[in-house]
């Protein structure tokens, strides 16, 4: 693209998407007050363009119309033209994707375009990506333009008849909670193993078809529910074979980067074979999380590798200098998609000496057609190692020797290649996330590096975006901004309280403590249960959304219910017991419609139901971590171990109160009720097995 002198309002923003918008003809302005004052003032309407860095369609439609004089001459002249990312700003996006959907009965995603009256911010037309010649049965973008300032003009009754019908639609959004007689049970858990079970693909794992996203939610809750049962006459096996299936699969298809480690955002086939290439932070640090839980349930080397490689991909390539987390890497390099990731085998053969390309080639299907747009090939798991082995006459540790070693290679070579694009800009909702699947791992992989990881993170977002008990979104070129959403505090805290499991330190719990009084004071819905994506003094919108299902991350609702029951049952503190509780009494209805679309949830209602068993040891640091880590050792999702050193200072009643003894002993408490304390390793054993 040619760069133009010429820079608009987008050129103040830290925003890595908006920025690369900056030097389009467009007039653009960043979402403000400003901008909103002038669509008032001059009766325009507002043209609300969202998308985000690491976006194909994103960048085509910035391309074919955002930077061409002529579309943006329309633009400047019929309309106030607002950029928005939706990472920075997910509480607009939430609004304006559901009022989408609602106006055309299509489904939402990105570039998401629409149109909104001046007076009220209510949107009144709107669609994703509009072609910058009429094609796919899609009008041009400016003859779209034309079209609808025209009906504006000309139709304001109309519009503002719509706008009410919108508006009440919206009001409805929020439906009562359960009644207090109404006894939750766990009837919906049952009913979304059985919805999965039929969604599940037999074959390649997952659930549904093409295009094939991982879910990590759903497969979490499958491991949990095979270990809930583990011990009865009949475990549910089922549960852990589609769990396993589908990672096993996942692991080995091109959505997995074979060579550098990490997860693209989803398949656009039902085999995982070609992904959809960028990377997003918040899949991968669920993914981490989920592949430790799943190499700790099972044993299975290929989920510690992938937990390992996927960990390592986040440290190396994601990681910024502070020790926070960037957001993505972009699916486009040099202009095409893919690019950075495919290969040619005669380029592979020239790179590898020859015994190392017999084993790679059939590994990876380069002895196959071209499996990418017809001419490319992506690295995916055709042929196991034991097949090689057998055909090539060696041993199967030899053949994963060499694959090693090409992949090194491989990766070096890659690396000198011009790099996908990507967003650095950290955000504390998806830095949560990444935290979590840190502790996790170092506990399950045995890695006090990721411990390490994990640590430096939390104390990056604890002293950039935290400031007077009120979290900011994000951070980037020393700013941090925007007021923080439900997802920033909820994700927070869940991962706070995995690394605390990991390494307790004691100012560890009092920022999980901050973040659940500022949750409390700030996002809860008092009258009916829940939280609010939005905090009680946010910017007011057309709508204070209250949302309980799973997306790509899962529901802020669900992991902030799973965080203060586990926080409250630490502390003995009711308040947050009692919060978790009118949050799924909220979302009761929810999860008797529609129980599978609410995985992390069911999660949050299981251990209300059944709270988790914590346990606290107390005693010198290093054999106090080294109980800890024996009962790591075994994969129970519903126990919570911190080992807390004698000398710990700051502690409040609750743990203070499990006093450490001249020797080494552990607490177990089970709701409310807590034991004496157990003096020996082996008799902590024995009692925590279940």
Not at 52 to 63: E, G, K, L, P, T
Not at 290 to 312: C, K, M, N, Q, W
Request: glycine letters at 6%; charged letters at 25%.
């Amino acid at each position: 693209m040619h760069e133009s002198t010429h820079r608009n309002r987008l050129a103040q923003e830290t925003s890595p998407y908006l920025l690369q918008h900056a030097s389009n003809p467009v007039d653009w302005h960043p979402w403000s007050a400003e901008a909103l004052e002038l669509a008032r003032r001059e009766n325009k309407p507002i043209l609300l363009s969202i998308g985000y860095s690491a976006c194909h369609w994103c960048h085509v439609m910035a391309h074919e119309s955002f930077e061409d004089p002529a579309s943006a001459a329309v633009m400047n002249e019929l309309f106030v033209n607002i950029k928005v990312d939706r990472e920075e700003r997910p509480d607009l996006d939430r609004i304006y994707q559901i009022a989408q959907q609602m106006l055309t009965q299509r489904g939402g995603g990105w570039p998401l375009t629409m149109f909104l009256s001046p007076t009220d911010q209510r949107p009144f037309f709107g669609g994703t990506y509009f072609p910058k010649e009429a094609r796919h049965g899609l009008p041009a973008f400016t003859d779209l333009l034309q079209r609808v300032a025209a009906f504006y003009r000309e139709r304001s009754a109309d519009i503002a008849q719509q706008s009410e019908a919108l508006q009440q639609a919206f009001d409805q959004l929020h439906t009562a909670p359960a009644s207090g007689d109404t006894a939750l049970t766990l009837a919906p858990a049952h009913a979304a193993r059985q919805q999965l079970a039929g969604a599940f693909d037999p074959e390649f794992g997952g659930f549904g078809g093409a295009p094939k996203f991982p879910h990590p939610t759903n497969i979490e809750f499958l491991l949990r529910q095979w270990r809930a049962t583990a011990g009865a006459e009949e475990p549910d096996l089922h549960s852990l074979y589609m769990a396993t299936l589908t990672l096993k699969r996942m692991a080995d298809g091109g959505i997995y980067d074979q060579l550098g480690g990490g997860f693209a955002r989803y398949s656009v086939d039902a085999y995982w074979m070609i992904p959809h290439f960028e990377k997003m932070l918040y899949d991968n640090g669920q993914l981490l999380r989920v592949y430790a839980h799943a190499a700790l349930a099972t044993g299975e080397p290929l989920f510690s590798r992938i937990a390992s490689e996927t960990a390592d991909w986040m440290i190396r390539d994601m990681r910024s200098p502070e020790g926070a987390y960037w957001s993505a890497l972009d699916a486009d390099s040099e202009g095409h998609e893919g690019k950075f990731y495919v290969w040619q085998p005669e380029e592979v053969s020239r790179l590898l000496d020859a015994d190392d390309y017999a084993v790679f080639a059939p590994h990876f299907g380069l002895d196959r057609p071209a499996n990418f747009e017809g001419q490319d090939w992506h690295l995916h798991v055709f042929r196991s190692e034991d097949d090689i082995a057998a055909e090539l006459g060696i041993e199967p540790a030899e053949v994963t020797k060499r694959l090693e070693r090409a992949r090194r290679a491989l990766l070096e070579v890659r690396n000198r290649r011009v790099w996908p694009g990507r967003d650095e800009k950290v955000l504390t909702s998806w830095n949560g996330l990444a935290i979590s699947g840190l502790a996790v791992a170092a506990r399950a992989l045995r890695r006090s590096d990721l411990a390490d990881a994990a640590a430096r993170a939390v104390d990056f977002i604890r002293q950039q975006c935290w400031r007077d008990g009120r979290l900011l979104a994000t951070y980037k070129d020393g700013r941090a901004r925007f007021a923080a959403y439900l997802d920033d505090y909820a994700f927070l805290l869940d991962g706070v309280l995995e690394l605390m499991q990991t390494r307790w330190r004691s100012e560890d719990l009092t920022f999980a403590t901050g973040l659940a009084e500022a949750l409390l004071a700030h996002f809860e819905d008092r009258e009916s249960g829940g939280f609010f994506f939005t905090a009680d003094d946010h910017e007011q919108l057309m709508h204070r959304s209250r949302s309980f299902s799973d997306e790509a991350v899962p529901a802020g609702n669900a992991i902030a219910a799973q965080a203060l029951t586990r926080l409250g049952l630490l502390l003995g503190e009711t308040r947050y017991l009692d919060a978790a509780a009118k949050t799924l009494r909220a979302a009761w209805p929810a999860l008797q419609h529609y129980p599978h679309a609410h995985t992390a949830l069911l999660v949050a209602l299981e251990e209300h139901l059944e709270p988790p068993e914590i346990v606290i040891v107390r005693g010198e640091r290093t054999e106090a971590e080294s109980w800890r880590d024996e009962l790591s050792r075994v994969y129970a999702p519903r126990r919570l171990v911190f080992a807390i050193a004698a000398d710990a200072a700051g502690l409040p009643a609750a743990i203070a109160d499990k006093k450490p003894l001249p020797e080494t002993a552990a607490y177990v408490c089970r709701g409310m009720t807590c034991s004496a304390p157990v003096r020996s390793l082996s008799s902590l054993v024995a009692l925590t097995r279940s």
